[in-house]
């Protein structure tokens, strides 16, 4: 009995003892450990594409910031160019406006020069004419004033005097007469002073006429010849 039970209690030990088999299903061993290796693995590499598409995104926005203020700037630089063309249009335009202006002045002016010289000329011109003409005009009126009044030849001589005058008045030329009036050097010269004024006459005032002045418009062409009162 003894001994049986021994052997009995020996061969549950050594049952206990030995390995049992692996349960259906149940991993071998290590497999849990290559199992977990591989999902880090992958769980790595995954991290590592969303770190590489994240400073790929990154990189793209930094090249397209980097590109648009390359064009921004392509952009500033050519605006900048039409405004300086502009602003140098704009001044040759000025510089030709008043060019053109500056022309048309000097023009302007030219042309007053010349009209003004041109009826200066002229003035001179019948001036001189005139000058020339006025001792014939003179001989006529003495003619006329030493000429007997049935004379044929008074009414010839009358109708050359007057063709001869209207003549003068025509081209501006005027006689004056200044009987009465006081005396003028300007106007006036004095041929002879009257020491016996005739009643009312004041002194400086001219009491006959001798020859009548000419003048055109302002210019005397010969002073009337006069007898002045003392």
């Given at each position: ?11 549950l ?7 049992q088999p ?6 071998a061993?290590?497999?849990g450990?290559?199992e977990?290796a ?14 590489g598409?994240?400073g790929?995104?990154?990189?793209g926005a930094?090249?397209?910031k ?10 500033s ?10 602003v ?11 060019l053109?202006?500056?022309?048309q ?5 030219f ?25 014939a005009l003179?001989n ?14 008074l ?31 300007v106007?006036?010269?004095a041929?002879?002073?009257a ?14 006429v001798?020859?009548?002045?000419y ?11 006069v007898v002045?009162?003392?």
């Amino acid at each position: 009995m003894g001994k049986s039970e021994q052997t009995i209690e020996q061969r549950l030990a050594g049952e206990s003892a030995a390995p049992q088999p692996d349960a259906p299903g149940a991993p071998a061993p290590g497999a849990g450990d290559s199992e977990g290796a591989r999902a880090d693995a992958r769980a790595a590499g995954d991290c590592a594409d969303a770190r590489g598409e994240a400073g790929g995104a990154v990189d793209g926005a930094e090249n397209a910031k980097k590109e648009q203020a390359d064009g921004g700037g392509d952009a500033s630089e050519v605006l900048q160019g039409d405004l300086d063309e502009l602003v140098a249009v704009a001044a040759q335009r000025d510089e030709y406006l008043s060019l053109a202006q500056r022309t048309q002045a000097d023009f302007e002016n030219f042309r007053k020069r010349v009209a003004r010289e041109a009826a200066q000329a002229q003035e001179r011109g019948v001036i001189k004419l005139a000058g020339e003409l006025l001792p014939a005009l003179d001989n006529l009126d003495r003619a006329l004033a030493a000429a007997a009044q049935d004379d044929p030849l008074l009414e010839g001589v009358r109708l050359v005097r007057a063709e001869l005058s209207a003549a003068l008045a025509r081209a501006g030329v005027e006689s004056f007469s200044p009987l009465g009036e006081c005396f003028d050097p300007v106007l006036h010269e004095a041929m002879a002073t009257a020491q016996h004024r005739p009643d009312g006459a004041e002194s400086g005032t001219i009491v006959e006429v001798y020859q009548p002045g000419y003048r055109l418009g302002e210019t005397i062409i010969r002073a009337a010849r006069v007898v002045v009162a003392a």
